[in-house]
C-alpha cells in the first residue's frame, strides 16, 4: 500500500444508517483540499447502500465522488454483521485510493541549498564525536533535502585493523532518522547495524563508482531490492518513493554514503538536488575525517595510556590495600600518575606512588618506564633509597633529549618485624594512621625529584603498630588553582582523623568534592591496612657459624614443618636450608639467622654478617664444588634470591605450599 491509500472504516445497518464510525481512523482519508470529513461519508452512503442489498459478504468496485465534485474508486469489502444490537447490519471496510498532490517542500532548489548547507550545517562541524556528529548530519538532511535518511561508513575507515573485503565491503549504519517519526524505518534499518549490501544494488553501485545514485523506486524495483537484501520490509517502504545515495570521499578515499529518501507525497529528486546533496556530502566529509581521525588516534592513546596502568595490585596476605585512579581530564584518561603494590619475599610489599610532571601520552610513556624499572629493582631487592637513585639516573638518561622530571614515595614494608622503611624523592609526604590514634605525615628526609638533582636519597625506617593505615597519593588530590595545598593537606588528614574502618570508604572520602572540580590534576591513590603476619606462622633460629650448625638446621626445620603440617616439603626444604647454610658459613662471619615464613608460599631465609652477593658459577667442570649449592636452589625452589640487610645480607628461597 503506497502513501496514496487510505483506509476507512464504516459500520452501517440495513437502511444506511452509520452505526460505528471511528473519527481517528477515518481522519487520514486524504482527499481534495476543502472536502470536510463527515461531507465525504455522507457522499459514500449512496453508493454503499446499494451495495449493501442481499447481506452476503463480497468485494465490489464503487465510485465515490466528494462533494467537491472529485471521483474516486473505492474498493469496498462488507462483511455481515451478528448480534441484534448490529441490527442486521454489515461492517463495511474501504479502501480509497486518492492521488495526494506533492507538497511544496522541495520545491525551490535555492531553499533547499540555503536550509541544508548554511542554516544547519556550519552548527554541528564543530564536534570531534562521530557518533554525535554522524547524528547530526542526518539531522541536517532530514527534513531539508529528503524525508528519510540514513548514514553509513565503511568498517575499513572505523577501524584501521579491519582486513579488506573481497566484493562489496561491509559497512556500520551510524544514524537514522525519519521526519514523521515511523518506527518501521528503526525496526527495518537499525542504529549500529553491520551491512553487506547485495551485488548489483544501486548501494553496491555507489561503493564500486564513488558516485551518487539517483533510483526511482516503483513497487517492482523495490520488490526486487527487498528480495536481494531478504528483507521484505523494505518493499513497502521504499515502493514508488525516490532515493538518492550521496557519497563521502575524503583525501583517504572512499568514507561512506548517504542513504537519502523522499515518499511519493512529495517531488522526485532531480539533477539540482544532486548537485546540492553533493555539496552536503563534500563539506560533510571534512567533518567526518576529521572526527574519524581524531576518534582513532584517541583510541590509540588510550590504550596506549590504559596498558600502563597496573590492572591489579597483590600484596602478603595480611596486608590490606586499596588503589583509585582518576584522571585530570575526560578527553586525556590517562597521564603520568601511578601507583604500585609489588609483593617482595619473606612476607613484606613494596608500595609506591609516583607522579610524572605533564599530562597526556609524552607523561603516561615517562611512567610506563618508570614502572617497569621499578618492578625491576624491586625484583633486585634494593632498598627504597637506592631505588630511587637508580630511578634518578633513569630519568636524567631520559631528559637528555627531552627534560623530564618525576615525584615518587617507596616504601616497603615487612610483615614479620612490622617495620616499615620510606624514601621519597620530591614527594608529598605518606599519611600515617595509627589504629585509634590521629593521623599525622610522616617526617621523611627530602631529595628534589627524579631527573633534577643528582644528590643521596635517604630513607627512614620505623616501627608500626598492627593495624595502621599507609596512605600514599599524587598532588592532584590535595592542590589545585584555587585552593592551597596546606588547606588539601589538613583537609585530607581530617578524613583519616575520624577513623572509618572500610578502606573503600575513606576512599570515597578522600575524593569527595574532588570530581566537581574541572582543574584539578592527575590523582593516584594508595591506602594500605598493614597487619603482621600471625607469631605462629614465622620462626627465627640463631645458629653459630661453624658446620655442625648445618645439622642443627635440618632437625630445627623438621620440627617446625611438622607442627605446620607440611611434612611433604621437609626434605626440599631440609636440601635448600642445607645449601644456603653451607653458603653462609662458608663465606660469613658472626652468627647466621635462620628464619622460615609460611605464607602464600613457604619461604626459607639465612641472614648473615657478610654484604657480598652469592653468584651462580657456571663452569666447564662438572665436578667442581664451587657454585653447585646455588644451581640446587635454583631448581627445587619456585623462585630465590639475595637482599641487603643493615647488618649484611639475606639468601633466600621459596617453594610453594601444597
Given amino acids: 500500500m503506497d502513501s496514496s491509500t487510505r483506509i476507512l472504516i464504516l459500520g452501517m445497518d440495513s437502511s444506511g444508517k452509520v452505526l460505528q464510525f471511528d473519527r481517528n481512523a477515518a481522519a487520514v482519508l486524504e482527499v481534495e483540499p476543502g472536502d470536510r470529513l463527515d461531507d465525504v461519508v455522507s457522499g459514500a452512503l449512496g453508493p454503499l447502500r446499494e451495495a449493501l442489498r442481499g447481506g452476503r459478504e463480497r468485494t465490489v468496485m464503487l465510485p465515490l465522488e466528494t462533494p467537491s465534485g472529485a471521483a474516486h474508486d473505492a474498493v469496498v469489502t462488507l462483511h455481515p454483521l451478528s448480534g441484534a444490537a448490529a441490527g442486521g447490519g454489515v461492517a463495511v471496510l474501504a479502501v480509497v485510493r486518492v492521488p495526494v498532490p506533492h507538497a511544496e517542500r522541495f520545491v525551490d532548489p535555492a531553499v533547499v541549498r540555503r536550509a541544508l548547507l548554511d542554516d544547519a550545517l556550519p552548527r554541528i562541524g564543530s564536534t570531534l564525536d562521530l557518533d554525535l556528529l554522524s547524528r547530526g548530519l542526518i539531522e541536517v538532511a532530514v527534513p531539508h533535502l529528503c524525508n528519510t535518511g540514513a548514514l553509513l561508513l565503511l568498517e575499513s575507515a572505523l577501524d584501521p585493523e579491519e582486513p579488506p573485503a573481497a566484493g562489496v565491503p561491509p559497512m556500520r549504519r551510524m544514524a537514522l532518522a525519519a521526519d514523521d517519526g515511523d518506527s518501521a524505518w528503526d525496526a527495518a534499518f537499525p542504529t549500529g547495524e553491520n551491512v553487506v549490501y547485495p551485488e548489483g544494488s544501486p548501494y553496491a553501485r555507489c561503493l564500486a563508482t564513488g558516485e551518487p545514485v539517483l533510483v526511482a523506486l516503483d513497487g517492482e524495483r523495490a520488490a526486487e531490492l527487498a528480495e536481494a537484501w531478504r528483507r521484505p520490509p523494505v518493499a513497502e517502504l521504499l515502493k514508488g518513493a525516490s532515493m538518492l545515495l550521496l557519497p563521502i570521499t575524503a583525501e583517504g578515499g572512499l568514507l561512506g554514503f548517504f542513504v537519502c529518501v523522499r515518499t511519493p507525497a512529495y517531488r522526485p529528486f532531480d539533477a539540482y538536488d544532486v548537485e ?107 632498598p627504597p633509597a637506592e631505588a630511587l637513585e637508580r630511578l634518578d639516573s633513569l630519568m636524567r638518561t631520559l631528559g637528555e633529549r627531552e627534560p623530564h622530571f618525576a615525584t615518587c614515595a617507596y616504601v616497603v614494608y615487612d610483615a614479620v618485624s612490622g617495620r616499615c622503611e620510606v624514601a621519597s624523592a620530591g614527594h608529598l609526604p605518606p599519611l600515617l594512621a595509627p589504629p585509634g590514634g590521629p593521623a599525622a605525615y610522616l617526617d621523611v628526609p627530602p631529595a628534589p625529584p627524579l631527573g633534577v638533582g643528582d644528590g643521596p636519597v635517604a630513607s627512614r625506617e620505623f616501627a608500626v603498630e598492627d593495624g595502621t593505615l599507609l596512605f600514599l597519593y599524587t598532588d592532584g588530590l590535595v592542590e589545585n588553582r584555587a585552593r592551597d595545598i596546606d588547606d588539601g593537606l589538613a583537609r585530607l588528614r581530617g578524613v583519616f582523623d575520624r577513623g572509618e574502618p572500610d578502606l573503600d570508604e575513606l576512599c ?42 648445618v645439622r642443627r638446621a635440618r632437625g630445627l626445620i623438621r620440627d617446625r614443618l611438622r607442627r605446620w603440617g607440611l611434612d611433604a616439603l621437609a626434605d626440599t626444604t631440609v636440601l635448600l636450608a642445607s645449601e644456603l647454610v653451607t653458603n653462609a658459613i662458608r663465606h660469613a662471619d658472626g652468627r647466621i639467622v635462620l628464619r622460615l615464613i609460611r605464607d602464600e608460599g613457604l619461604v626459607c631465609e639465612v641472614l648473615d654478617s657478610s654484604d657480598g652477593r652469592p653468584r651462580v658459577h657456571m663452569g666447564d667442570d662438572a665436578f667442581a664444588e664451587d657454585g653447585r649449592g646455588l644451581h640446587i636452589v635454583g631448581r627445587l625452589s619456585r623462585r630465590w634470591g639475595v637482599r641487603r640487610t643493615q647488618g649484611g645480607k639475606a639468601v633466600w628461597c621459596e617453594q610453594p605450599l601444597p
Avoid: C
Fill in 276 to 382: 546540492i546533496g553533493m555539496d552536503f556530502a563534500n563539506r560533510s566529509a571534512i567533518f567526518l575525517e576529521s572526527a574519524r581521525r581524531y576518534g582513532r588516534e584517541r583510541a590509540t592513546a588510550l590504550t596506549l595510556q590504559r596498558s600502563l596502568l597496573p590492572t591489579g595490585l597483590s600484596a602478603p596476605a595480611p596486608i590490606e590495600v586499596r588503589h583509585r585512579y582518576l584522571p585530570g581530564s575526560k578527553l586525556v584518561e590517562v597521564g603520568g600518575d601511578w601507583y604500585e603494590s609489588i609483593p617482595l619475599p619473606g612476607a613484606r610489599v613494596a608500595l609506591i606512588v609516583g607522579d610524572v610532571a605533564g599530562h597526556g601520552v609524552k607523561a603516561a610513556v615517562t611512567m610506563g618506564r618508570l614502572r617497569t624499572a621499578i618492578h625491576t629493582l624491586a625484583g633486585l631487592d634494593l
Fill in 508 to 549: 570515597r572520602a578522600a575524593l569527595d568534592g574532588v570530581y566537581d572540580d574541572r582543574q584539578r590534576d592527575d590523582i593516584a591513590m594508595l591506602l594500605a591496612r598493614l597487619h603482621r603476619i600471625p607469631a605462629d606462622d614465622h620462626v627465627s633460629f640463631d645458629l653459630p657459624a661453624e658446620p655442625a650448625a
